[in-house]
């Protein structure tokens, strides 16, 4: 399938339509507005939490999707709202903490007040004082409540859209990645073991193109590369979905040792010991021989199965330039202490300080400390061909090209 | 008189400790990573942790080690096998305040701050942090037997690289 090109004026777009993608696209900020209106504010289903981090009627958590903030409430026993967090009076963003509990939502400026579900309750001086003020009497409480956005509780995840376009989050997935998402979470109840916040300064698509590139996973980490967690050589896949938006990249671990692959991985540490290995204490835990899972969810967030350590990963965008990441390590709520203790000690691996991800967040940055004074330029995207369709090796950059295909589709571009 | 930890070894004074964060901090500083570990016993508990998840109890953290040996890896992961753009890391402790004694060691707590200079850029905070450390007489030093630093700070600048 190819779909014809349309650059925004005075903008081009390389001949190698699948193969090439010009950096203007990390650094327009007209690019960006677009995007959030018809990405992030469009079809799309966007990570929100975790059922389990508001396990009681009023217990909220504030997020940000795309930029607009939002609450994410227990409603009632059986139902989690999402809802914009903005007074439909002026404005404010009246949760201001990242979690709480109350018996409704009140607005500090003019104690408007909404039920957990967003629906406007109390207008303070709605019929006047003393026959002076208050609201027309054609102001109606039902029409100005809290914009409330579509929500799904798929086995532990809480996922909202403000498009009313928007699949069910089943089909949204596809049957393929369905399969996917419900290998690790499948149901079981799930526990927070902690958080790890971090402003990323480069554009939000390099982090979704960083987790469907398995061609630098065995390159950039050498810490993967060496103790065999993650190599060009180890039998692997990447599955795309239909429309090329989500992404898994599929892998199991090998053992430290030197391969013929390994010629092409320059500073591969053969001799590297570790003093106490208790960081690389993994057990097989799902069915199946891989060991590694990293899905993509497209735009917002990354499912990270990385042996016993498991996260979601939001982003939410800055601007063309950054986007906060936010990372949620979490455990099954029946998991053993030891199990607890060695998903705690592989976070050493991941995060803002991770023998692997920081590597990540760096050359991120680097990347778009390089692309963004050249937009008319473009990055190569031909490893593994110029094709879009999943593979049964990492050899290939084919679900980044992907992304991109359908990111042209949905921006009209 | 001042005092030094090979003579008064049982002794953890106000100045031997006083010396202990000076000696750490520099070594810090001028990035002897090698020598880090060294501040620690073999059983020991270091933990960067973001205050949120220190105050829910929980224990995950950005950096976590249990053991010197988990120290001596992370230099070796940062050496070795990490890749990130270079950078000076300045440390900004507080005096440190004596908060209780346990088992013949010293619990103290003091601010720090951490600030990084990338090239081309002017200098930020990393982190804003308290450290909750416990120091103990080890093999004739005082040593950190833990070293919890709770860090207030809710985004940090992209990477933690170095240690705290």
């Known amino acids: 399938m190819t779909i014809p090109v349309r650059p925004p004026e005075g903008r081009l777009w390389p001949a190698d339509a699948d193969a090439a993608v010009p950096y203007w696209v990390y650094s327009d900020p007209e690019i960006y507005a677009e995007e959030l209106r018809r990405i992030w504010y469009g079809p799309h289903w966007l990570y929100v939490g975790l059922e389990c981090e508001i396990p009681n009627v009023g217990d909220w958590k504030t997020a940000t999707l795309g930029e607009r903030p939002v609450v994410m409430v227990r409603s009632a026993q059986n139902e989690i709202s999402v809802v914009e967090n903005r007074c439909a009076h002026k404005g404010v963003k009246f949760c201001q903490a990242r ?16 039920a957990l579900n967003g629906d406007l309750q109390g207008v303070p001086f709605r019929r006047g004082v003393k026959r002076q003020g208050g609201m027309p009497a054609d102001f109606d409480l039902t029409q100005n409540g809290l914009t409330k956005l579509r929500v799904e509780e798929v086995n ?4 909202a859209t403000f498009s009313e376009e928007t699949p069910a989050f089943r089909d949204y997935l596809g049957e393929k990645f369905w399969k996917h998402y419900t290998r690790v979470y499948d149901g079981r109840k799930l526990e927070v073991l902690g958080y790890n916040r971090q402003h990323i300064p480069a554009n ?17 980490h050498v810490f993967f590369a060496t103790f065999g967690l993650f190599r060009a050589d180890q039998k692997s896949a990447v599955d795309i979905d239909d429309e090329g938006r989500h992404g898994i990249l599929i892998s199991r671990k090998g053992e430290q040792e030197k391969t013929e692959a390994m010629a092409d991985i320059r500073n591969f ?10 960081v690389m204490d993994v057990v097989q835990e799902f069915p199946g021989e891989e060991t590694v899972g990293m899905i993509t969810i497209f735009p917002s967030v990354i499912l990270q199965q990385q042996v016993n350590s498991l996260t979601t990963r939001q982003i939410v965008p800055k601007g063309p330039d950054g986007f906060d990441f936010h990372w949620t390590h979490w455990c099954y709520a029946d998991d053993t202490p030891e199990m607890r203790l060695r998903r705690t000690r592989q976070a050493n691996l991941f995060g803002p300080a991770g023998f692997v991800s920081a590597d990540d967040g760096e050359v991120l940055e680097m990347t778009q400390q390089g692309a963004t004074p050249s937009p008319d330029a473009h990055m190569i995207l031909q490893m593994g061909g110029r094709t879009i369709e999943s593979t049964d090796h990492q050899v290939t950059e084919t679900a980044v090209r992907g992304m991109y295909r359908y990111w042209r589709k949905v921006m009209g571009l | 008189m001042s005092t030094t930890l090979t003579e008064r070894p049982a002794a953890i004074t106000r100045d031997a400790i006083r010396d202990l964060y000076d000696d750490y901090y520099a070594t810090l500083d001028e990035v002897r990573l090698h020598d880090w570990p060294g501040f620690f016993p073999q059983d020991c508990l270091y933990r960067v942790i973001p205050r949120e998840n220190f105050e829910a109890g929980y224990t995950l953290s950005t950096m976590q080690a249990e053991s010197r040996g988990m120290l001596k890896d992370r230099v070796t992961g940062l050496t070795r096998t990490q890749m990130y753009a270079p950078r000076y890391y300045r440390r900004f402790p507080t005096a440190p305040r004596i908060v209780g004694e346990e088992n013949g060691g010293v619990r103290t707590r003091h601010n720090l701050l951490l600030v990084q200079t990338l090239i081309d850029k002017p200098s930020e905070i990393v982190l804003s942090a308290v450290c909750h450390d416990l120091i103990v007489a080890d093999e004739g030093r005082l040593r950190f037997a833990e070293r919890v630093v709770v860090f207030d700070s809710e985004m940090l600048p992209n990477s933690l690289v170095y240690p705290v």
């Open chain 1, 204 to 220: 939000w698509k390099q982090m979704q193109e960083n987790i469907k590139d398995p061609y630098h996973a065995g390159l950039l």
């Open chain 1, 99 to 114: 979690f709480g509990h109350s018996e409704e939502l009140i607005c500090p400026y003019h104690q408007w007040s909404y």
């Open chain 1, 269 to 278: 540490q053969g001799d590297l010991v570790l003093e106490d290995p208790r």
């Open chain 1, 156 to 159: 532990g995840v809480v996922w």
